[in-house]
């Protein structure tokens, strides 16, 4: 493009028809039009422009800010170490006697994992338990084991674990405080994942009694009952 110096223009008036005079073929003007736009503009207007230019940037942060603080997932680390002061001694670090102290509670929680448990903001849900059903008649649970739950050593959680923890619970030679709770409760294995809880009668708070821990049979099976404390 040509721009033709006439008689009495100035250089400014030579500048403004380089930037609008813009060819019939193109939707927006050149990067080299654009360019002389500041030197059209008055001080007032540059400074309008600035201010504007940055009140844009600032609100676009902020846009992105807001959206990815609304949109993030807090994920915890892997690993790591965790400390908490506790008042108190602890005697029995076991689930079948941890409800009579605080400490002793505090430590079975960290230390083993029950059917349900607590989730911050959510309530009850599965822990060792992938998923459960009620009955109709709010007497029977049914519950399926996460399939891939280990112990410490390595070894599978099965269902005779879970047996074995509630029936050393019952039985009055353990001397479990929580033998009140489960006392007239049958629990059957259904398969290999699978196990139901039969109540005489429906007990809505059931599912919070089931966030006790559940005890490695494989271990217990060889500790007398008297030997349990």
Do not use: C
């Amino acid at each position: 493009m040509i721009a033709k110096f006439r008689k009495g223009q100035t250089t400014q008036d030579l500048t403004k028809q380089t930037v609008f005079h813009v060819a019939k073929t193109r939707a927006m003007p050149s990067w080299e039009q654009w360019k002389h736009v500041p030197h059209l503009l008055t001080a007032t207007e540059r400074l309008i422009g600035r201010i504007a230019l940055v009140l844009v940037i600032v609100s676009s942060l902020t846009l992105i800010g807001r959206y990815l603080l609304l949109n993030q997932t807090i994920v915890p680390a892997v690993g790591g170490e965790y400390t908490e002061g506790l008042i108190g001694m602890p005697q029995f670090v076991n689930p079948l006697y941890a409800v009579t102290s605080d400490v002793d509670n505090d430590l079975t929680r960290l230390v083993f994992s029950g059917l349900m448990k607590y989730e911050p903001g959510v309530g009850l849900v599965g822990d060792l338990a992938e998923s459960y059903d009620l009955s109709d008649d709010g007497k029977t649970y049914t519950f399926v084991l996460r399939d891939g739950a280990r112990w410490h050593d390595g070894n599978p959680v099965r269902i005779a674990d879970i047996i074995a923890t509630f029936s050393m619970m019952q039985s009055p030679e353990y001397k479990s405080p929580l033998s009140v709770t489960f006392s007239d409760i049958s629990i059957e294995q259904v398969d290999e994942r699978t196990v139901q809880f039969m109540l005489t009668e429906p007990f809505a708070p059931f599912l919070s009694a089931l966030t006790v821990g559940i005890m490695p049979s494989h271990i217990w099976a060889t500790i007398p009952a008297r030997s349990a404390p």
